[in-house]
């Protein structure tokens, strides 16, 4: 191993950060200009993993194509932010607990209705399966016999691969309510539990961009959940991508954003909701 694996890394020059700024900025949307102490953790991360100093250097192998898609994949799953937890946001799951029991209400449904779900930025999978839960446990309620399904999407490789385990450590339960404990996993040993499979099978975890929504098949969603990601995009950007989500919800359908995340966005087919402790959004029917 390199003994450059063991050295302080040296600090990114103003004109060293702007270039590899703009290069994630272009691929991935995310903007570091505020949050620059992110971008040099993950970058000097990688670079000692696979034992190169030279920012110019590893620069040229990252932004090769198609030479450097691999090693890319690789610096962007360092960068990206994996903080999350079951569910986090209390206020937000309370509301769409609300607003999927109106769904699920037998005289506003189709017979053949399905109840769909897409947790965008889904990191590690622990939002995921909380919204697999808290619908899971709604349908069970109602006794409504449709389809449940959860498409959960990430830019990172990794967590995605510890998503689709499901398996988590006994910490991160801890804050779950026993009957939901009990109920979706299963003990592996005293300090690890793995989601049901029941539940697990409901859930398709997959790797995307948000700037390639415009490639994605048109999904049609009761819910999509996006929060804590677009806190780092240009509001550009963001615009863009919030427009697109809008195109994949189902009439009537809820958007759930985190607090402050879509300042001054508005868009002819989607409302607020009254509750002003969520940022949630609900597409208007159109007739035609």
Not at 56 to 85: C, H, M, N
Not at 144 to 151: C, D, P, R, S
Not at 195 to 203: T, W
Request: charged share 25%; glycine share 6%; proline share 4%.
């Amino acid at each position: 191993m390199s003994s450059w694996s063991y050295q302080t890394p040296p600090e990114l020059s103003d004109k060293q950060y702007a270039r590899w700024q703009t290069l994630l900025e272009e691929r991935t949307g995310i903007c570091f200009l505020q949050h620059k102490s992110i971008l040099h953790k993950g970058l000097s991360q990688r670079m000692r993993e696979v034992g190169i100093k030279d920012y110019e250097r590893y620069f040229k192998q990252v932004s090769a194509v198609p030479g450097g898609v691999v090693e890319w994949a690789q610096l962007v799953d360092r960068i990206s932010v994996k903080e999350t937890s079951f569910f986090r946001d209390p206020l937000s799951f309370d509301v769409i607990k609300n607003f999927l029991l109106k769904r699920l209400n037998v005289n506003v449904r189709t017979q053949d209705y399905t109840l769909d779900i897409w947790s965008v930025g889904c990191s590690t999978g622990e939002e995921a399966y909380s919204l697999a839960m808290c619908a899971s446990d709604l349908i069970d309620f109602v006794a409504a016999n449709i389809f449940l399904g959860v498409i959960a999407t990430d830019i990172s490789s990794s967590a995605l691969t510890i998503a689709r385990r499901g398996c988590y450590v006994a910490r991160k339960l801890a804050d779950l309510p026993l009957a939901l404990k009990h109920k979706y996993f299963v003990p592996l040993s005293e300090q690890e539990y793995e989601i049901v499979p029941s539940l697990r099978q409901r859930l398709c975890f997959v790797q995307g961009n948000l700037l390639s929504l415009g490639e994605a098949p048109r999904m049609a969603m009761d819910v999509i959940y996006c929060q804590n990601v677009l806190v780092y995009f240009r509001r550009d950007r963001k615009r863009q991508v919030l427009d697109s989500l809008v195109e994949h919800l189902k009439p009537g359908g809820m958007l759930m954003l985190g607090p402050g995340e879509a300042i001054g966005w508005q868009h002819p087919n989607i409302e607020r909701t009254s509750d002003d402790l969520v940022q949630a959004y609900v597409k208007q029917y159109i007739s035609n």
